[in-house]
């Protein structure tokens, strides 16, 4: 199904320590004729198209201010990296399609149709060098939100077969199995049992009705196993009614970061069937950001109509529980800095849930210089930690993020994603950097008052 | 015609002095832009020069023109020079009317062939010949006859020069000006409702002096009097440049004598001596009385517009064909958004 | 009828009716495309309070922004600033809006207008220079832009040169200042320039999408 081009081969062992422009390399999936390609990037490019992308669109005067927002750009000086020219084709199909004036584009040629080749070079500008962080969205004078078309344009790019290989493998695993990292029900429930025996916490699971439904991403599963049982620690001391499925349990959700609208929405109804089975009032999602744009703000519209539930993020819950009283912590007597996963903070809307949990920790918060909303990404969004060939670019930008981490000189370094702190540690060995990210949720795990309760 | 006096013999006949010659000669040849040392030419050529043989046509007028020439309270050099030129037909100023009267422009005429100036005041009717008439002969053809043998025609006034208020819309005698007319003769406009008196015996003095007609501008008018704009000479331009305004008739600044650009003062576009030669022997102008310049010595400036609307007062339409278009642009956002909408429609149904 | 009766008359007049249709038919053109509900929970009260504020707001750089866009931030704020003032604190403007609007205000001094305006034209060239310079802008810059420049800087340039009689006579200078007026008011609804009302619908959109979800605007 997804064939790698024999020019530029797969090579996970090179050195990537000097930066040069990423040699590209165009991945195709599927048999398409060229034509058939470019139909099927202009019609989910087309697809994508209302009021508020138009208004987007039409809106860009291009005044190029997003590209001093970018990492990419920043890093590199590379002028490709400007965010708004990665949605270049995406405009032009509007421009030439669907604006106010298309008649007049199609008609003087103004706007030429995509071609092949276009879209070959941008599978690198759309994909390996972006990571959806949405930093360009604040910048930007006239406030167009550049990383949602990111995740539109991909869109196009998915159905044209035109995506980056290792993404698309991982996104297909993740609708073949439930999971990016292919775990099954069965693991799931093998590395709950052993996360349960190894920390004599009680984990529920698969309980008929629940309050509350948990949920973890995959990477959590597989890399940082004790999130699970940190999880169950928080919310037996919470004393919630609650539950792992095993018919819902993944809440990554790879179908929206590679662009294929059907798989995100497999994904998503997945979860909130599970939720809905249950009776569960809230569902609380793990430490991942993506995961959280999915089913806090695009999952009710995955199921065509409000949520029978509120959704949290973890980091939302503990600062919810941690106020009301429900759990305590003990005060941690450290220095810490706190990276910000942006589709929790930026462009979540809970960046204050991570600072209430630190201030409840009692730690030495030390606020990374624009940090919070203006956080820099970790380099690994937007699916980009799984694309091996972005591997020189991503450590390349990723010296943004020691920069600031380093600057507040504090003893620890915690997050509250997975997938940031996936990425993080990717980085971390990379260049043997003295940061080793931690967990928020695990911190607070390790610091309950359990007795309290 | 030979023992014909000249007009240094003239005026010194009607008891002007030497010194108010000389500084006749001074003023006339500082508004004509010539150097000092052309001065005592200037006199020269006046005194010596026979008096030249002058044909004054009006048309449709209103005499006001030749008021301006006439009405001064002392006689004046310039008077005295109108005087000494010969002035063989002006059927408001002469005592003969009638045959008598055509007889002396035809005198003349035959007497001057090819050397007299025909000097026109008010606007030919070209809707019917019927609308104005001297002894019955039709405007057109009693100008026609009259420039066949002149060396120069000066338009004297807005109406000769340019059409003026009888060719103002909707122009219902079909006016026109002379120099619509004649095309084979030289002609000098000097327009003005009516023109500077000053101007008039300067670009006759020029003429007399030098044998040939002035340089002048695009509209025929005379460079060294239609060279500026009243804005650009005016006294109250630092008013302009400091932005401040009368706003009414009556008000502190129209008290105070500020800039009257938004009362309607068309300074700016008119090209006139008004401002430095003024008018009443020297005495003041419109705007120094307070009243913005019409732009009379400017072509239609009867239909410019409001004479108190300000210059830069553009037009945006009627509020009906403004809200025309913004139905028209509803419609075209509609149908825009309909064919983008179909567009897409289309391609998910290839796709 | 002379260059700046057509100027004033005809020329002005379906410049105005190009401008409101054309501004309207872009508007309208995006209202009516298809409109996705939003049923995720919101967080805060969006609505049209979120995108006033944003409106308000996207006007300043947020501070960690502030040093890298300090420079074509600057240039743009002299542009805009200025562009406001010459267009409408200048006494022969407000002149022109009183007669068309029945309002009138107190203008600058022309020399402070001219003076303006020169500053304005100066922010205008430092940006086409940057423009053609900084290899962003120059990748990403079309046609529009640098047309969008053009129209907007010349009657900027021919009202500086009004004045300036060395050249033109004043009427000759002003037909082709309301002529270069008239030709950017047609374009503006088309081009880039449509940012001048384009402006209240972009950042009003995302000031109602990510208010409601809590999140920085």
Partial sequence: ?453 | MKNKPTVGEILQAKGVSRRGFLKYCATTASLLALPPAMIPRIAKAIESARRPSVIWLSFQECTGCTESLTRSAAPTVEGLIFDAISLDYHHTLQAASGDQAEAARHAAMEENEGGYLVLVDGSIPMGNPGFSTIAGISNYDMLMETVAGAAAVVSIGTCAAFGGIPGANPNPTGAVSVGDLVKDKPIINVPGCPPIPMVMTAVLTQFLTFGQLPEVDKYGRPLAFFGQTIHDRCYRRPFYEQGKFANTFDDEGAKAGWCLYKLGCKGPTTYNACATVKWNQGTSFPIESGHPCLGCSEPDFWDKGGFYEPLSTGNFGSGAKVAGAAAAGVALGAVAAVAGRRRQAKYTKEA | MDLLEFARGPALQWAAYILVAGTIWRIVGIVLLEKKPDYSEPRKSGGYPAAIKVIWTRAFTAEPFAKATLYPKMMAYVMHIGLFAVIFLFTPHIVFFEGWTGFDWPGLPNSVIFFIGVATLVSGVALLVRRLTNPVLKLISNFDDYFSWFVTLLPVVTGLLIPVRALFRYEDLLAIHILSVALLLIWLPFGKLGHTFLVFVTRGTTGMVFERRGAKT
């Fill in chain 1, 1 to 453: 199904m997804t064939t790698v081009d024999g020019r530029h081969t797969i090579d996970r062992e090179a050195e990537r320590i000097a930066y040069k422009p990423p040699e590209i390399r165009h991945d195709t999936q599927g048999d398409l004729s060229t034509e058939e390609r470019v139909e099927h990037a202009m019609h989910h490019f087309v697809k994508n198209f209302n009021t508020q992308t138009a208004s987007y669109l039409d809106g860009c005067l291009h005044c190029g201010m997003c590209a001093d927002a970018c990492h990419y750009h920043v890093r590199t000086d590379d002028p490709r990296y400007t965010p708004i020219w990665k949605i270049e084709l995406f405009k032009q199909a509007y421009k030439r399609e669907v604006g106010p004036f298309a008649f007049f584009y199609r008609l003087f040629g103004f706007k030429k149709k995509v071609t092949i080749k276009q879209l070959e070079e941008w599978q690198h500008l759309l994909y390996d060098s972006c990571t959806v962080c949405g930093r360009c969205s604040l910048v930007c004078p006239m406030g167009i939100d550049i990383a949602g078309m990111v995740s539109m344009a991909r869109h196009g790019m998915f159905k044209a077969g035109l995506i980056p290989h290792e993404l698309h493998e991982t996104a297909k695993k993740a609708a073949e199995t439930g999971s990016p990292l292919g775990v099954t029900a069965e693991k799931f429930e093998d590395r709950l049992e052993w996360m349960a025996d190894e920390h004599d916490v009680e984990i529920p699971v698969d309980v008929e009705q629940a309050d509350v439904l948990a949920c973890m991403s995959s990477i959590e599963i597989q890399k940082y196993p004790e999130s699970m049982a940190a999880t169950a620690r928080i919310l037996n001391a919470a004393g919630e009614s609650w539950t792992f499925r095993t018919d819902g349990f993944e809440a990554t959700n790879f179908g929206m970061l590679s662009g294929n609208t059907e798989w995100q929405k497999e994904a998503t109804l997945k979860l909130i069937n599970a939720a809905v089975k249950i009776g569960a009032k809230t569902v609380v999602l793990p430490e991942c950001g993506h995961a959280y744009m999915a089913m806090r703000w695009m999952g009710a519209n995955m199921y065509g109509k409000p949520l029978p539930f509120k959704v949290l993020h973890i980091s939302e819950y503990l600062a919810d529980a941690l106020n009301a009283g429900k759990i305590k912590v003990k005060k941690v007597d450290k220095s810490v800095t706190y990276h910000d996963p942006c589709q929790v903070s930026r462009r979540g809307g809970a960046t204050k849930a991570a600072r209430d949990v630190l201030k409840h920790l009692g730690v030495d918060h030390r606020e990374m210089k624009y940090g919070g909303d203006y956080n820099w990404c970790c380099g690994g969004g937007g699916g980009v930690v799984t694309i091996k060939r972005a591997d020189e670019l991503r450590h390349r930008v990723f010296k943004l993020k020691m920069d600031q981490v380093e600057a507040t000189e504090a003893d620890e370094l915690l997050s509250s994603c997975a997938n940031c702190r996936q990425s993080f540690d990717d980085s971390q060995e990379h260049f043997g950097w003295k940061y080793k990210m931690g967990s928020l949720m695990e911190m607070v795990a390790e610091n309950l008052e359990e007795d309290n309760s």
